[in-house]
């Protein structure tokens, strides 16, 4: 496998990453950082708008239709010429010191780098993705080397790593792992690593080295050993990370009706899920806040949102003989705060229940100092429950 390439029909997780990253110009590339990269598209000199804009949307085409990079590079270099963005010793001035020196803008090396850094890591949101969806049948990743002819020695220390597809080495660990990383992971059924042997968990040192900010400074950041700088996170993580973040505001511009919609579909699909396993707590809405909603609680709020931890609390059993609630399960909340009983008004807390596909619901939302309206809780309720608060169908 001396290169790398798509099927003419890529996994639809592979052009989703890709396409929904926005343009961020930069004169480095370690100004766009870590999770940034799995949003901002950024090539280092590229600070005009139209030379990032054509490198995007070819790369974009080559993901989506299985574009080889000879081909690519091929196509894009006339592009790149006109615009003035060629060459191996270009005179630019850094815009943050002023210095005025020889620069490497296009080149046939760039565009390799650019080309296999950009796939391998759309690639690798896209597996992430299709982890989260099958791991209930491959539960294990298995840490692998690619065909590279020579490999970093703390690569070459990870393979056969065996850990769970939810395991926290993975949110660093996920290939690539640096410039030209060839290393790929397979995901495995649980007899696999079973008859492997499932990896104890390690330590994996650190090392601190400077990062130079798009101001000219600088400051001291820590990777892992044996990961280059700024490929230290999950490419697939954070962009369910980024997905959510984000979501608020797109819900509240696109309008109430098509917001209670999207809602909907959203949490009945596969990366709910995901955001579960996200290493830092973060905050995603969950339903529409209805006038009624608002009116209890005293609040102007638009959305009633969730966090990744409670969420993540609240997917477990519940007692009296109640099932454990599924991330699908929040695409019920939108009706049940839209039609559902305040059964309880407590303090900053409003409950309400509602009985949907043969079953009962009950949810809790909060108010927080900041008038926030946050989905405590949401459970599926058993009949002695549904007896015990006077619930009537």
Same mark, same amino acid.
């Given at each position: 496998?001396?290169g790398?390439?798509?099927?003419?029909?890529?996994p639809?997780?592979?052009?989703?990453?890709?396409?929904?990253?926005?343009?961020?110009?930069?004169?480095?590339?370690?100004e766009?950082?870590?999770?940034?990269?799995?949003?901002?598209?950024?090539?280092?000199?590229?600070?005009?708008?139209?030379?990032?804009?054509?490198?995007?949307e070819?790369?974009?085409?080559?993901?989506?239709?299985?574009?080889?990079?000879?081909?690519?590079?091929? #196509?894009?270099?006339?592009?790149?010429?006109?615009?003035?963005?060629?060459?191996?010793a270009?005179?630019?001035?850094?815009?943050?010191?002023?210095?005025?020196?020889?620069?490497?803008?296009?080149?046939?090396?760039?565009?390799?780098?650019?080309?296999?850094?950009?796939?391998r890591?759309?690639?690798?949101?896209?597996?992430?993705?299709?982890g989260?969806?099958?791991?209930?049948?491959?539960?294990?990743?298995?840490?692998?080397?690619?065909?590279?002819?020579?490999?970093?020695?703390?690569?070459?220390?990870?393979?056969?790593?065996?850990?769970?597809?939810?395991?926290?080495?993975?949110?660093?660990?996920?290939?690539?792992?640096?410039?030209?990383?060839?290393?790929?992971?397979?995901?495995?059924?649980?007899?696999?690593?079973?008859?492997?042997?499932?990896?104890?968990?390690?330590?994996?040192?650190?090392?601190?080295?400077?990062?130079?900010? #798009?101001?000219?400074?600088?400051?001291?950041?820590?990777?892992?050993?044996?990961?280059?700088?700024?490929?230290?996170?999950?490419?697939?993580?954070?962009?369910?990370?980024?997905?959510?973040?984000?979501?608020?505001?797109?819900?509240?511009?696109?309008?109430?009706?098509?917001?209670?919609?999207?809602?909907? #579909?959203?949490?009945?699909?596969?990366?709910?899920?995901?955001?579960?396993?996200?290493?830092?707590?973060?905050?995603?809405?969950?339903?529409?806040?209805?006038?009624?909603?608002?009116?209890?609680l005293?609040?102007?709020?638009?959305?009633?949102?969730?966090?990744?931890?409670?969420?993540?609390?609240?997917?477990?059993?519940?007692?009296?003989?109640?099932?454990?609630?599924?991330?699908?399960?929040l695409g019920?909340?939108?009706?049940?705060?839209?039609?559902?009983?305040?059964?309880?008004?407590?303090?900053?807390?409003?409950?309400?229940?509602?009985?949907?596909?043969?079953?009962?619901?009950?949810?809790?939302?909060?108010?927080?100092?900041k008038?926030?309206?946050?989905?405590?809780?949401?459970?599926?309720?058993?009949?002695r429950?549904?007896?015990?608060?006077?619930?009537?169908?």
């Open positions: 496998m001396a790398f390439s798509f099927s003419a029909e890529p639809s997780e592979v052009s989703a990453y890709f396409r929904q990253k926005g343009d961020r110009p930069a004169f480095r590339w370690s766009v950082w870590g999770e940034e990269h799995a949003y901002a598209f950024t090539v280092a000199k590229a600070t005009s708008a139209d030379v990032l804009g054509a490198i995007r070819s790369l974009q085409t080559a993901i989506d239709k299985g574009v080889p990079y000879d081909q690519w590079a091929r #196509d894009l270099k006339p592009s790149l010429q006109a615009k003035g963005w060629w060459g191996e270009v005179e630019m001035a850094d815009p943050a010191t002023g210095e005025v020196k020889p620069r490497e803008l296009g080149t046939p090396r760039r565009l390799r780098i650019i080309y296999d850094a950009n796939l890591s759309a690639r690798a949101a896209g597996q992430w993705e299709r989260q969806r099958t791991k209930a049948v491959l539960p294990f990743y298995l840490y692998q080397l690619g065909p590279s002819e020579r490999h970093r020695p703390e690569h070459v220390s990870k393979e056969g790593v065996v850990r769970p597809v939810d395991d926290p080495f993975w949110t660093a660990w996920f290939p690539p792992n640096g410039w030209g990383c060839k290393c790929w992971l397979r995901q495995i059924t649980k007899a696999e690593a079973t008859r492997r042997g499932v990896t104890p968990p390690f330590d994996v040192p650190n090392r601190t080295f400077s990062r130079t900010l #798009d101001d000219g400074s600088t400051e001291r950041v820590t990777v892992p050993q044996g990961i280059d700088p700024g490929w230290q996170t999950n490419p697939g993580l954070n962009r369910a990370k980024t997905l959510m973040t984000n979501m608020a505001d797109r819900l509240i511009a696109s309008g109430e009706p098509a917001a209670r919609a999207l809602m909907t #579909d959203f949490w009945k699909g596969s990366t709910p899920e995901a955001f579960t396993h996200l290493p830092a707590r973060t905050f995603a809405p969950a339903a529409i806040a209805p006038a009624r909603l608002q009116n209890e005293g609040t102007e709020a638009l959305l009633v949102m969730v966090s990744s931890d409670t969420l993540k609390t609240k997917l477990e059993k519940h007692g009296d003989g109640e099932r454990g609630l599924k991330a699908a399960d019920r909340l939108q009706a049940i705060l839209d039609d559902g009983q305040l059964v309880e008004r407590t303090g900053a807390n409003a409950v309400y229940a509602m009985e949907m596909d043969g079953g009962w619901y009950q949810a809790v939302v909060k108010t927080s100092a008038g926030e309206l946050i989905l405590a809780s949401l459970f599926p309720i058993g009949a429950k549904v007896r015990r608060l006077g619930l009537k169908k």
